[in-house]
């Protein structure tokens, strides 16, 4: 039953891919659309909604060839060059066994023992307790780890995460990831190219020939008001093509992870290791100035509150149940949070000092300790933004 699951996951990867590259030229014409509304108001805005509307399909046939081929361009570009932007975006680096002979011992033996090509390895250096796979073929795969996770993990912790990415390869699911970061990478691009041109210095509605006569006047505002309309229509459009390009990632099923989890466990005949393994990465894995693409591609990607809607991981704990209940493993219970560590280990360090000199201790209330101040400013570009 779990090799007919397996299968069928594959398989139903390879399907949501052809239809998540079809659904990107839809959104691409659906932008296309209203980029057209938005024009032919600024060239004329005293016509009715269904000459606008009828021009503006007249504009998407024309353009269509140049939106298509723009598309197209976007997805050879990222095919080839997505690796070399994601390692722009983390740092990663390709090592050798003369770097990391450790690391590099335990993948080569987990694809030795299952005849898996070996995939690059890469090494970025973080602090946070984090890896993902990458890549859109054999020659591109790649798996990169944090230094963080290279130095708190044991040799079988390791082993399970690495086993953890090569399941994500052989069963597809970056291929999925990348396409569909290229899917809102397009989008998100040219939504934001048309705020950029149509609204950053505001749109005149109602243009055209004036007349003094009070029967055109009242015709100006009957004919602004469907120019208004309009450009609404258009916002909401540009709006729906950006939402449907995030919520493609929820084609991205969850369960991609828990299938993971359990490949890591066929490979390793492990379960107890990728169950620790879990636990001390979770709540440190958030990877500084990593956009929200690289994040939903890595072992965990945290999320709380209104953004768990959007989230392509299911929590921890979930996964730590089904390893538990299906392939055999111990449960263990949450470490302390990363602050509490923290501060432990700042205490250890300054006992002994002056009180002076020590650092300030960290202010604790009945409604408990404050939370951690938020980052500041967005980071952009064509692999997401991540606040």
Not at 207 to 218: A, R, V
Request: hydrophobic share 45%; net charge negative; glycine share 10%.
């Amino acid at each position: 039953m779990a090799a007919y699951g397996l299968y069928t996951h594959i398989a139903a990867n390879k399907t949501r891919s052809v239809l998540l590259l079809i659904g990107l030229f839809v959104l691409v014409y659906v932008l296309v659309y209203a980029g057209a509304l938005i024009a032919e108001v600024m060239i004329d805005g005293g016509r009715a909604v269904p000459d606008y509307l009828r021009a503006a399909a007249a504009d998407l046939i024309k353009a269509a060839p140049f939106a298509t081929t723009g598309a197209a361009l976007w997805i050879v570009i990222a095919y080839f060059f997505h690796q070399k932007l994601i390692d722009a975006v983390t740092g990663g680096h390709t090592v050798t066994r003369a770097e990391q002979p450790r690391l590099y011992n335990l993948l080569e033996n987990l694809c030795i023992s299952r005849g898996i090509p070996m995939p690059k390895l890469k090494i970025m250096d973080s602090d946070a307790l984090n890896a993902f796979a990458s890549g859109l073929n054999p020659k591109q795969y790649a798996i990169t780890v944090t230094t963080g996770l290279v130095e708190r993990l044991d040799d079988a912790e390791i082993e399970a995460v690495l086993g953890h990415e090569l399941t994500h390869i052989r069963n597809d699911d970056v291929q999925m990831m990348v396409i569909a970061v290229i899917i809102a990478g397009v989008v998100g691009f040219f939504g934001e190219l048309m705020f950029r041109l149509f609204f950053q210095g505001g749109i005149r509605i109602g243009g055209g020939s004036s007349s003094s006569s009070s029967s055109s006047s009242s015709g100006d505002r009957k004919s602004g008001g469907g120019a208004v309309v309009v450009v609404i229509l258009a916002i909401a459009l540009i709006l729906l093509a950006w939402l449907l390009s995030q919520v493609v990632k929820l084609a991205l099923s969850r369960s991609r992870e828990f299938l993971a989890d359990a490949g890591s466990v066929e490979l390793t005949k492990n379960p107890d290791a990728m169950i620790s393994a879990l636990r001390k990465i979770e709540n440190r894995g958030e990877l500084e100035g990593a956009t929200s693409a690289v994040m939903e591609m890595c072992l965990d990607n945290p999320r709380s509150g209104f953004a768990d809607l959007f989230a392509t991981h299911p929590s921890v704990e979930s996964r730590v149940d089904a390893l538990v209940k299906f392939a055999g493993g111990h449960y263990q219970p949450p470490l302390p949070p990363p602050a509490t560590e923290s501060n432990g280990a700042e205490g250890a360090a300054t006992d002994g000092d002056d009180a002076d000199t020590a650092p300030a201790e960290p202010r604790h209330g009945p409604w408990g300790d404050a939370p951690p101040a938020p980052r500041s400013g967005w980071l952009r570009g064509p692999w997401g933004r991540r606040g």
